[in-house]
DNA sequence: AATGAATGAGTTTTCATTCAT
DNA sequence: TATGAATGAAAACTCATTCAT
């Protein structure tokens, strides 16, 4: 009798759940760091019980995995599709990546730092395999192939530019000066122009 | 023989056994990483008790911080030193530099990682503080003033041309390429001599 | 037979366990003193595990916080009983009250000695918000309302005769000379009266 | 040669160096509590070196019985000096008495507190040695030789008459009205007075 | 007498995970 | 599926005390 009744609102869909949990999960690793936050935290916040947790997923750095997934996915798309959208030269599609980048980071540090930086001997292929690097990749051959620069290792030239973007963010960053993003894409463009540029 | 050594003195100076601390700990943390690494056995690695550990430190992350410092003025004293003895033009030092860069990291990864890597809210302010950055920075305002080149931002550039060096060798790494080092030195030099070359 | 009511569950409601995890504290407490014993003998004494002392207290000193509150309240609620239950005069209140504070305070001197003697700064306060003495202040305000004695300070005056009245009872304890209840109320009733009454 | 330069200053008389101990650890103790101050901070107070904390003191506790030893020297000497020097009638001796151990007690409670709050099964004696006490049970006993009033059983009555000015004195201090010592010593006197005048 | 580096037993506390309901 | 009380292993850290100098 009481059972239609009750077990209605209980059960929501697993996908719905699932993210519930890796949202709240998400806000308090960034705010406390992962090793700070305890699993009781994270119920806590997405309004569930200790046990439900561990219906979906196996472990606390399950949680994490499943979170630098999401980032990742997101974080390439948002750039893929900055860079898709112009239709100028090669030169003005660089820009507009190196535009995205700069803004998706900005907007992001905190969870990038979050999914990017926990130790664990042996793990630094993630930064690699990094999907905006591999997008860069083709721009940069595509570039090349119709004659807008010349390189002579062009995954090793967008690593670089890409922890040439990085590290300016990051030093924008710290100096709090992260606001004037104008300058901030104009000092990435200009540095990755030259880079792009043989000096004759 | 061995006795007269062994025998003196179980109180060592103290810059020694912060020393043997040190030493115990940074190789159980590369070994097995931070976290799964217990002050229990870093004393046992010492070779002293548990209380001596807090009597020159004040918690297992001071030890993880006090790695930091001297990993960070190794490498400075690596690169500057390299820079030092470079007698040629503007451009031999800027190469000189890289050279070093790339050497000095590749020589000392797993610890680079270990002690950057942790991921606690708000400790982004650690890189740029960074000396090599600064040792660059001092560079290229020098190298300016001699004409060798022209910047609009030296410490964003300086700090650019870090992070490009740091990418390149985090994709040789993670690509088991980092055994060839001359060509990624030449890689890293090739970048940064263009991306400081204005392109008339 | 027995059967079904040990079976059931381990899970008892929380407010059993934690009575019994006072219960077993304050035995131990009282045995051996606060600071000399630990955690983990309350837990065994309670026939639970560590972490269940931490699901219903934050910290030793809670629980001894806890059975502070439940002592004061027993206490108060004898008291005031007492007093409740008395339907004579004023005169006679008053020396109900002086029997049940005399009583309760012999029957449970270890007790209190747990819960109050325990030295920090600044926990003074907790003596005058006495409950007893708030009953006390009641008390004579209303009798002297109904002209039964006339005060200058009746708070004051509360808390000399609660101090009179513990003074008296601690000397018994001390000498050995609690068994004789009677005189002992006797004295302290001979006290208070003389106390409340204004030499002409 | 060197030998009569440097030990000099080091060494100080026994008397005074435990002196300076037991001060150092009566100002931390009033401050933070007994089971919080650490023989550490003791010495440190001191301006001595750890060892020498356990050439005067055998352990921590041995310090707190000496500083009660002084406590209860200094304070008995000060009550009795009181009424000694009082010339007039027994309840001009009797008024004396309580003023000076209203502002005895207002000066030191903490102190006071300090060395007879800690809880450890079994101390209560010491509250009834109380020299103030026997000093008080001194002066009823004259004075009811003298005729000045009529006492049942002087020890309860000076105990309680104590209990009485404690607890006043204790809701003074709690209350923060401690500062105007003229009340708070009419009031005591007053209910002293009456508890001694029986009523006819 | 004085030192202070070293000790190490002992304690509190945490928290990921389980499991009976 | 969801619950949340219970678990208990594991860890960090403290500090009174010792003792070689």
Not at 32 to 47: L, P, R
Request: charged residues 25%.
């Amino acid at each position: 009798m009481t059972t239609t009744t009750t077990k209605r609102s209980r059960t929501k869909p697993a996908e719905v759940r699932r993210d519930e949990l890796m949202d709240a999960a998400q806000a308090l690793f960034m705010e406390k760091g992962f090793a700070a936050t305890s699993v009781a935290e994270i119920v806590e916040g997405a309004g569930v019980a200790k046990g439900t947790f561990y219906t979906y997923f196996q472990s606390k750095d399950e949680v994490l995995a499943a979170l630098r997934e999401r980032f990742i996915e997101g974080f390439r798309d948002r750039v893929a599709g900055a860079v898709d959208a112009c239709h100028g030269s090669w030169m003005d599609k660089l820009e507009a990546c190196a535009e995205a980048c700069v803004n998706a980071y900005l907007d992001e540090v905190v969870l990038h730092d979050l999914v990017f930086h926990q130790y664990q001997p042996g793990n630094r292929a993630l930064k690699s395999e990094n999907p905006v690097v591999t997008c860069l990749v083709g721009m940069l051959r595509e570039g090349e192939g119709a004659g807008a620069w010349r390189l002579v290792t062009p995954r090793l030239t967008a690593v670089m530019l890409f922890g040439a973007f990085h590290g300016a963010v990051d030093e924008a960053l710290s100096r709090d000066e992260a606001a004037d993003r104008a300058s901030l894409v104009g000092a990435v463009v200009r540095f990755w122009r030259n880079a792009l540029t043989t000096a004759a």
